[in-house]
C-alpha cells in the first residue's frame, strides 16, 4: 500500500534523463492541485525534496522530545505531569507517521535514523536551547508549537497524499500542545511576580529562536522556488514568519509580557506588526552544530538508540521463532 | 545498515460501530501481536476506534497507478448504470 515504494519497484523509474514530456504532465497534475501518490511517476528531485522534507521534519519530532522530557519528572502538578507526557508521546507518535511518509518514497526507516546518528541530517535548529526553567515548557508549547502550526496547516494541503494525510493528523493533535502552553504562560503570567518573571525569561529566551525556525529569509532560501512550484509548500518562510508574529504579538501582550525586540511595533499601513532583524549568524552557528546543546541531543539519542538494540533483536528473534513454529504446526 | 529492518504492518481502524475499517497508516513490529500493541499506542490515542486491523504490508496486492485508465476509465461511458439516467414523470412521484 502505501509502503510498497519500500518493498518493491525501488528502483524503477530512476536514474537517467527524464522525459520532458513526462515533466510537463507531472507539473499538469500539480497544477490540477492532484495529490501524487507513492507509486506515481514523479520528478528525481521532487522525491529527493520530500524525502529530505519529511524526514527533517520527523528527526525534529524525536529530537523535540528532549528538552521537553527534561521537565517530565519535575512538572509542578500531576495535572501539568500528565500533559506534559501525553505531548512527548504526541511527538513520539508525529514522528512515526512522518518516518512513515517517508518510506512510501522508498527510503527506510533504519536508513533514515542512521543519517541523524551520523549527523548527517539535520532537524529543528530550536531543539539545541535547553530547558532551564519550568516556564520554558509553557514557552515551547505557545511559541515552537505555534510557529510549528503555522508551518503545518498549510503543509496539510502538499501536492503529495502521505504527507499531506500525515499532516491532517498531526495538526489536530499539535493544537492540544499550543493551548497546554499557553495555558503554562498565563498561570504563571497570572502568579507571583517571581512566576511572572519566569514567564518573561522563558519568553526573551525562545522569541527570536522561535521566529528562525521558518528557516531563512526569502532572499536566502536555497529551496523555496521549486517547492513552491511543486506546491510541495504553499507559502514561504517570510510569509509564514509574519503570519506567526501577527498571530502571537497579541498574544503575548494579553499575558502581559514585552517582546524582547525593541522595534516591534504595528504598522498600520500594512496591518502587519513588523519587527526587528533576525540574528541570521546564530540560526547558522546552531545549525551547524554549534548550538548549545546540540552535542547534548545527539549523545542522548545516540545512547537511546544503543540502549534500545537488544530489545528490537530480541523482538525480532522472538517474532522469527514464532513464524517458524507456526510454520512447522 | 547495521540494524535489520523490523516487518512492517498497514493499519486499519473501525472508528466506531457500524463502519467499516479504514486504512490509517503503517507501523513497524516484530510480530503481529506488536504491531497491534504499536498500532494502539500511535494511531488510537484519542478514541479514534474500537477495533484495530493489522495486515503485514507485503500481503497486500495493490491495482497499478499506470494501468489506472485501463482499470478505471471504461465505467464513465456506462452512464446507463446510474438512476439518473432514466427519466421517469413528475407524476409518478419520488422512485
Known amino acids: 500500500m502505501y509502503t510498497q515504494g519500500l518493498l518493491h519497484g525501488k528502483d524503477e523509474d530512476r536514474g537517467g534523463p527524464e522525459p520532458a514530456e513526462k515533466l510537463a504532465r507531472f507539473q499538469e497534475r500539480i497544477d490540477a492541485e492532484e495529490k501524487i501518490e507513492p507509486n506515481d511517476w514523479m520528478p528525481e528531485a521532487y522525491r529527493r525534496t520530500l ?70 541530517a539535520k532537524y529543528s535548529s530550536i531543539f539545541n536551547y535547553p530547558t532551564l526553567s519550568w516556564a520554558d515548557i509553557g514557552a515551547i508549547g505557545w511559541l515552537v508549537d505555534g510557529a510549528a502550526i503555522m508551518n503545518q496547516i498549510p503543509l496539510c494541503r502538499c501536492s503529495y497524499g502521505p504527507y499531506a494525510r500525515a499532516m491532517i493528523r498531526i495538526c489536530k ?103 526587528g532583524a533576525i540574528d541570521w549568524d546564530e540560526f547558522r552557528n546552531v545549525l551547524a552544530g554549534n548550538g548549545p546543546c546540540n ?24 517474532g522469527e521463532k514464532r513464524r517458524l513454529r507456526e510454520a512447522a504446526e | 545498515m547495521s540494524e535489520v529492518p523490523m516487518p512492517l504492518w498497514e493499519v486499519f481502524i473501525r472508528a466506531r460501530n457500524g463502519l467499516a475499517h479504514k486504512h490509517v497508516g503503517s507501523v513497524h513490529a516484530a510480530d503481529a501481536a506488536m504491531a497491534l500493541q504499536a498500532a494502539r499506542d500511535v494511531y488510537t490515542r484519542r478514541g479514534e476506534g474500537l477495533s484495530i486491523w493489522v495486515v503485514p504490508s507485503g500481503a497486500i496486492t495493490a491495482s497499478d497507478p499506470a494501468e489506472k485508465d485501463m482499470m478505471f476509465e471504461p465505467t464513465a461511458s456506462k452512464i446507463y448504470r446510474h438512476p439518473t439516467f432514466y427519466r421517469v414523470p413528475e407524476d409518478v412521484g419520488n422512485m
Open chain 1, 51 to 120: 524525502i529530505r522534507m519529511i524526514s527533517q521534519h520527523a528527526h525534529s519530532e524525536i529530537v523535540g522530545m528532549l528538552p521537553e522530557g527534561n521537565w517530565i519528572t519535575r512538572a509542578p502538578s500531576l495535572r501539568r505531569k500528565a500533559a506534559l507526557l501525553a505531548k512527548v508521546q504526541d511527538e513520539g507518535g508525529h514522528g512515526l507517521y512522518l518516518y512513515a511518509a517517508a518510506e512510501t518514497l522508498g527510503v527506510s526507516r533504519e536508513e533514515l535514523v542512521e543519517q541523524l546518528l551520523a549527523g548527517k
Open chain 1, 295 to 318: 552535542r547534548q541531543r545527539m549523545t542522548q539519542r545516540r545512547a537511546a538508540h544503543e540502549r534500545g538494540a537488544w530489545v528490537r533483536e530480541a523482538a525480532i528473534a522472538y
Open chain 1, 173 to 275: 493533535e499539535e493544537s492540544f500542545h499550543q493551548r497546554q502552553g499557553f495555558e503554562i504562560m498565563l498561570t504563571l503570567c497570572r502568579g507571583t511576580p517571581e512566576q511572572k518573571a519566569m514567564a518573561q525569561d522563558a519568553l526573551d529566551r525562545w522569541w527570536w529562536p522561535s521566529l528562525m525556525m521558518f528557516g531563512p529569509s526569502d532572499t536566502q532560501s536555497q529551496h523555496s522556488d521549486k517547492s513552491l512550484r511543486w506546491k510541495i509548500k504553499r507559502f514561504s518562510n517570510d510569509e509564514l514568519r509574519q503570519k506567526f508574529v501577527d498571530a502571537t504579538v497579541p498574544q503575548g501582550h494579553f499575558l502581559g509580557l514585552a517582546f524582547p525586540d525593541p522595534q516591534l511595533r504595528f504598522d498600520h499601513a500594512t496591518s502587519h506588526w513588523h519587527f
